[in-house]
């Protein structure tokens, strides 16, 4: 028997809020804490969902540290930052995202493979424990929103909403609606984005959207011109920066994103397209063997103590080693 959407009249259900009260967040690494010190800054209560209690304790403790910074730099005080952290809870149960009204998936897999089918998974699990009314978004870079809504039973209600690292900087969002996105939910990420101090990009349903398919783009032609030994790291680092005004070259960034990360998104690019110009050039596999993922692991294009990077002064042959 066919049942149709109608008969659980979830338009009708979804009307828009005056104010969106708590946010959920699936999986809280390092682009989840950016998210979450932003949206409990801007006074909005978050709960996230991780693996272990071990975990979640060391993931406030990340947050809390972040926190330090700003306070160190003049940027927050110790009583704003009690305030933020207030608004901020771990759980390891879905049955804690009940009663909140944006649910965004941020799961950060080890995985250097796609981890589509756990993406899947996790959305059934939102699905189950969430409101009628609650909007069901991803982070995800470069997979296709509509692969996982299509196991809800009301893909009507979700949509991509992909942030930029560093989130506190970048002052937008790229929203992806998908072909049974409804008005309703757009609207209330619209108004969320708002809330948080973001503009919407909307774009139509791709891999890679607009930031990733440039980044990737530029990560791996920089490799190309080290491995045909034009220039070195740094240099090639610093030309990139006083061109385009960025903060940081392709190989910071790459390190900052992390290696590994990158390498997933090549891989999802070129398994979509098929096109040469996303197959990860041969050192981004190879650093990413030899788990030189970048500032999270300590080594990557750079050295890293903290936010400090040290230039590589070794043979490209030898990853940048002596």
Known sequence: MTVSLERFALNQQMKPKGQLQKVGLIGCGAVGQ???LLISQKGIEVVFIDLSKELIDSILINMSEELDKLINKWGMTPSEKKLVMSRIKGSLNYEDIADCDVIIESINSQK???????????????????KPDAVITSNTATMMISDLAAVLEHPE???????ISPV???NLVEVVSHFHTNQVSLDVINKFA???????IEVNESPGNISTRMIVNIINEACAI??????????IDEVMMEVTGNSFGPFEMADRYGIDKILKWMNNLYHEFGELKYKPNPIIKRMARAKMFGRRTGEGFYKWEGDHKIIKTGS???????
């Not at 493979?113 to 959305?123: D, G, I, T």
């Not at 708002?194 to 919407?200: E, L, N, T």
Request: aromatic share 4%; net charge positive.
């Open 34 to 36: 950016e998210i979450a």
């Open 168 to 170: 506190s900087k970048i």
């Open 157 to 163: 209600r979700s949509a991509g909403m992909h942030f």
């Open 112 to 130: 250097v493979a796609a981890n589509l089918e756990e993406r899947k998974e996790v959305f059934r699990k939102i699905e189950q424990h969430v």
């Open 194 to 200: 708002k809330m948080i101090g973001k503009k919407v």
């Open 316 to 322: 490209i042959k030898n990853l940048g080693r002596e």
């Open 226 to 235: 080290l491995t045909e030994g034009v220039a070195s790291v740094s240099d």
